[in-house]
């Protein structure tokens, strides 16, 4: 079998300890029966990393991948994806972005993937130019900001290069730190940054003068050329393209948002663009630019209690520059705030004390974490840093946590939503933590009528019976939702969206479909591919992923939802609106297992599981 299109058909592998790089073509049969992208970085990972390593060893891989779509001109076609094993929780874990211009630069130097093992000892930063790849030396940027790095980065490449770079916290090997795309997409909650800063690996960049191809050229124009239309006939296009994340999440009103627009910012394909270029016209920070993921993200720290919009611009903007997730920082910040209310925490050391809204004592405790210095050192290992420096008495001021990371919804969470839908779920079952795998599906933030969730779940590639099932009534006549059941199919959509490297965000995904995707696929790659076949791989790269975590010990005892989200004031029945329970949360969890094929009780994949998609011999 051979590649026709869409891959550029060579895995680069790096050894930092040794400084030796090789290439070595892909494997055409697993691009097939992994799709590309997050899947066969899943597949990679599952040959590169070795049951029990830790997180910060030399030999904990970097898997870095763009699926066969990017580099095309398929309409947000950009993801990139990075999988290892993540510090915060111990798992194997993916992250994704925005790609910028990163996956299609790497695609145009002739990569699909990277694959990073090994330390430097000392830092370097991986320069690829097409077929010349080279470790440089790094000193000239270790201990500046993402901002600083980028800026150094395209100055000596004259612009030209894809940047994935860490911030200080990422080389101080932060739990919560992130690498940035670009200096703007997000890549990596859970320490994704710790990772590479272990490495002594301070940023990868790749420029490519190739292209990629397409298999079959007049199907794929067509393809092409249907979907573009549908997006320019969008009614809500010029919203979208005007307000960005802001008109799904109006946290300022768009008056406020326009007054610092420079402009709007874009991953390469994107006809939307979600990203942003603001400016803090007056005040202190008055000419300050700051680039960022979405104006929603700027705002955040309104919801914790900051008054001034340019206030909270501007620690999300340094926040950034450290590459420290702001979730995160918020959420160990409060916890910290609590240990020294209760004394568990030294007053000596509450300098300047922790005002949560309060720009210079949040400017003060980030550049402290970032730099792991007094107590910053150990608030930069987390929630479970902090649990296990300071015992059973810190317990009791902690906040809900999953697998030791701070929830994104829910109580003592930064987002105001307490219907439990497949988000929620979601963070409960996904092996890495809190994450938004589960976002392609109607209860993401809103609530909807069940009478339009067919037509969401048929586009998402859910066959008809299990629709049928997942919108079954209750006993009692009453309307019903199994949530579990739905995120079964809600996470292999987002596997299914992400092996090919179309952006998950919902001003996107809509206009996808389940068969639109194989459509594509087969086109760009000449892989034959009908919507079953494509249904099918997708189940295989999530089940996969559980395989991967199975070995490392994480199993059905982690996926625990915390006791807090059942109490009063807790989450509501999607449907229903009553109180959750820690029953239905049990019910839902059994369901999701069985959607998937895996045993009820356990969370292991049955056996005629394995067999059916082809991993019992892994």
Not at 115 to 137: A, C, F, N, R
Not at 250 to 266: G, T
Not at 332 to 339: D, I, K, N, S
Not at 550 to 558: N, V
């Amino acid at each position: 079998m051979t590649l026709a299109g869409g891959f550029a058909g060579t895995i680069l592998h790096v050894d930092l300890t040794r400084r030796r790089i090789h290439r070595e073509p892909l494997d055409a049969r697993l691009a097939r029966d992994f799709i590309g992208g997050l899947g066969l970085c899943f597949r990679l990972a599952l040959d590169a990393i070795k049951p029990g390593t830790d997180p910060f060893s030399p030999d904990n891989p970097i898997i870095l991948g763009a699926g066969p779509l990017v580099g095309t001109d398929v309409p947000s076609s950009s993801r990139v994806y990075g999988v290892t094993k993540f510090p915060a929780t111990g798992a194997v874990g993916w992250c994704g972005a925005g790609g910028m211009t990163f996956g299609c630069r790497l695609k145009q130097a002739g990569y699909d993937h990277i694959i990073i093992t090994g330390q430097s000892d000392h830092p370097v930063y991986l320069e690829i130019i097409d077929d010349t790849v080279q470790l440089k030396d790094a000193a000239g940027l270790w201990g500046k900001g993402i901002a600083e790095t980028g800026r150094l980065i395209s100055q000596w490449t004259e612009g030209q290069s894809g940047i994935i770079a860490i911030g200080q916290a990422g080389e101080n090997r932060s739990t919560f730190s992130m690498a940035y795309v670009d200096g703007v997409s997000t890549l990596g909650r859970g320490g994704f940054g710790a990772v590479m800063g272990a490495k002594n690996l301070k940023a990868v960049t790749v420029q490519g003068a190739g292209g990629i191809g397409v298999a079959d050229d007049k199907p794929y124009q067509r393809l092409r050329n249907e979907l573009t239309e549908e997006i320019r006939r969008y009614r809500h296009l010029k919203d979208w393209q005007r307000l960005g994340m802001l008109k799904t999440f109006p946290v300022v009103p768009p008056e406020l948002y326009e007054k610092i627009r420079k402009r709007r910012l874009a991953c390469v394909s994107c006809p939307i663009g979600c990203k942003d270029l603001v400016e803090i016209p007056d005040g202190p920070l008055a000419g300050k630019i700051i680039r960022s993921s979405s104006a929603v993200n700027l705002f955040t720290p309104l919801m914790y209690g900051f008054t001034d919009y340019r206030e909270a611009a501007g620690l999300i903007a340094a926040l950034d520059d450290f590459g420290l997730d702001m979730f995160e920082f918020f959420g160990v910040m409060r916890f910290a705030a609590a240990l020294f209310e209760q004394g568990i925490l030294p007053a000596a050391a509450n300098d300047p004390p922790v005002v949560i809204n309060s720009l210079p004592s949040m400017l003060a405790w980030a550049a402290r974490i970032a730099g792991r210095e007094g107590v910053g050192d150990v608030l930069a290992r987390g929630f479970a840093g902090m649990l296990a420096a300071y015992g059973d008495a810190a317990a009791a001021c902690a906040p809900a946590l999953i697998k030791n990371v701070h929830p994104y919804t829910g109580p003592d969470s930064a987002l105001p939503w307490d219907l439990f839908g497949t988000m929620e779920l979601g963070q409960v079952l996904e092996p890495r933590g809190p994450h938004v795998g589960s976002g392609g599906s109607p209860t993401y933030f809103a609530k909807r009528p069940l009478d339009m969730f067919p037509k969401h779940l048929q586009r998402m590639g859910v066959p008809d019976p299990a629709i049928d099932d997942i919108l079954a009534k209750k006993p009692d006549g009453r309307p019903g939702l199994k949530v579990g059941a739905l995120l079964a199919y809600s996470h292999r959509w987002f596997a299914m969206l992400g092996s090919l490297g179309i952006c998950a965000r919902g001003q996107i995904n809509r206009f996808y479909n389940a068969g639109r995707c194989a459509a594509l696929y087969q086109a760009v790659t000449g892989i034959p591919t009908d919507l079953e076949q494509l249904r099918h791989r997708a189940e295989r790269v999530w089940t996969l992923y559980k395989m991967l975590n199975l070995r490392e010990g994480i199993g059905r005892t982690a996926d625990t939802a915390p006791e807090r989200w059942t109490a009063d004031p807790g989450f509501k029945e999607y449907v229903s609106e009553t109180p959750l329970t820690s029953e239905m949360i049990e019910e839902m969890i059994a369901d999701y297992y069985r959607e998937q094929g895996w045993n009820r009780e356990t969370g292991v994949p049955e056996t005629e599981t394995l067999k059916r998609l082809g991993l019992d011999g892994l």
